[in-house]
């Protein structure tokens, strides 16, 4: 099996072979711009409130507070981070809850077919899980969006109890992405004046020991850059983001995907998405909103993944509730919005194992609490 196929077999957080090459110099160009979709313009809303594509259709498969169809398990509130993994012949969407306290992750199970076959928790007792990342070797890293928080890896089929894993730093964690290229796990900070860090571990696939690292490099947007060693991660008394003279600064640091040698990373405090360039150690703006000639698509700056086809997808905490996908090409388009829900979030987007659905969270749908999340599923022809 190739490098290609044994990545989509293994963590489904979407087609997780990016076809990063189409990328190729596309980053350390200038940031995206607005241009039509490759799926052409959003039609009226569905039964669902969500304006799609041609082509393209939505369920819900979750409500908080409510029994998960064809299960006994009530869906968290606030569903938050999430990821897609594969469960025999079907496949497990895992959702984090960012409420304090409980907070914690869930899964839903699916059959082939794409019927629900069983809903169940993973994680109990933590505090405001928001994002996470899913790793190489099927496990799903919920992160807590408190000061000192911790990672916690967990076990998307179930019958495995998650671990605290304090090696990946004590600090406002966000999310987290899996480089299996150079061994180590990228790691946002959701701090006005966040860092960005890696995580090497002692042995890849065991996450109890290794280096936490932060990314150093000057006030510049683009450029090299380099890596020093956090002293204490612990970060009690001086915050990780404090220890080391030189560690870039980022406004709000939120959504983390990793594919083929280049990590990408949204702050929501600049709406902009990075591009950390793992090959050549640079890092570029793939976008940014101040930079959009007319008006900008994509506002509210959250979380993020990607496809086998090389496009990017970004959820908006607020804007105009959409999802924007940013083509290899560098052009910035809606791909979905959401009617009705304007003092909500959308969260946890993640593909399928084979790429033709979408799931993603209203983490407050109508209701604007945390109680009233709505998680939904697109499915139709992506590229």
């Known amino acids: 099996m190739d490098r290609r196929s044994v990545l989509r077999a293994t963590v489904a957080g979407g087609a997780a072979a990016f076809a990063g090459s189409l990328w190729s110099g596309v980053a350390s160009a200038a ?17 669902n409130g969500l304006q799609l594509p041609a082509g393209f259709t939505s369920r819900v ?50 059959h082939a077919d794409g019927t629900i076959a069983s809903a169940y928790r993973i994680l109990s007792n933590t505090n405001q899980n928001c994002a996470g990342g899913a790793t190489p070797w099927g496990t799903w890293l919920s992160c807590e969006e408190v000061s000192r928080g911790f990672v916690y890896e967990t076990y998307p089929q ?24 150079r061994r180590v796990i990228y790691l946002t900070e959701d701090e006005s004046s966040g860092c960005f860090y890696r ?3 002692t042995v890849w696939g065991d996450l109890s020991s290794g280096t936490l690292e932060v990314l150093v490099a000057g006030t510049a947007t683009s450029g090299p ?41 949204t702050t929501k405090g600049d709406n902009r998405v990075w591009a ?29 993944t990607g496809t086998g086809s090389g496009d990017l997808y970004v959820a908006e905490d607020g804007g105009n509730m959409e999802i924007n996908l940013i ?16 003092s909500s979030e959308i969260c946890g987007p993640a593909f399928s194992p084979d790429g033709s659905r979408l799931y993603f969270s209203s983490q407050r749908g109508t209701s ?7 998680t939904y599923e697109v499915r139709g022809p992506f590229r």
């Open 225 to 265: 850059v380099t890596w020093a060693p956090i002293p204490d991660p612990d970060g009690s008394p001086t915050s990780t983001r404090s220890q080391v003279s030189g560690a870039k600064k980022f406004n709000g640091g939120e959504g983390c995907w990793y594919a083929d040698g280049t990590c990408w990373f």
């Open 31 to 47: 940031p995206a711009q607005p241009g039509p979709s490759p799926y052409g313009p959003l039609g009226a809303a569905d039964v």
């Open 61 to 110: 498969i979750a409500r908080s507070r409510q029994v998960v169809a064809n299960t006994s398990y009530t869906w968290h509130d606030a569903p938050d981070g999430g990821a897609c993994f594969t469960a025999g012949t079907g496949w497990i969407y895992v959702s984090n809850s960012e409420i304090t306290p409980g907070g914690g992750a869930s899964a839903i199970r699916f």
């Open 368 to 374: 604007f609490f945390s109680s009233g999340g709505i």
């Open 158 to 181: 179930g019958g495995t109890s998650a671990v605290q894993r304090p090696a990946l730093g004590r600090f406002k964690h966000e999310a987290a992405a899996a480089d299996p290229d």
């Open 199 to 201: 995580f090497r571990p």
């Open 276 to 304: 950390y360039d793992a090959v050549n150690q640079r890092i570029d703006l793939a976008y940014d909103d101040s930079l959009v000639s007319g008006t900008a698509p994509l506002t509210g700056v959250d979380n993020i």
């Open 327 to 342: 083509t290899p090409g560098g052009v910035v388009a809606p791909f979905v919005r959401i009617n009705g829900q304007g």
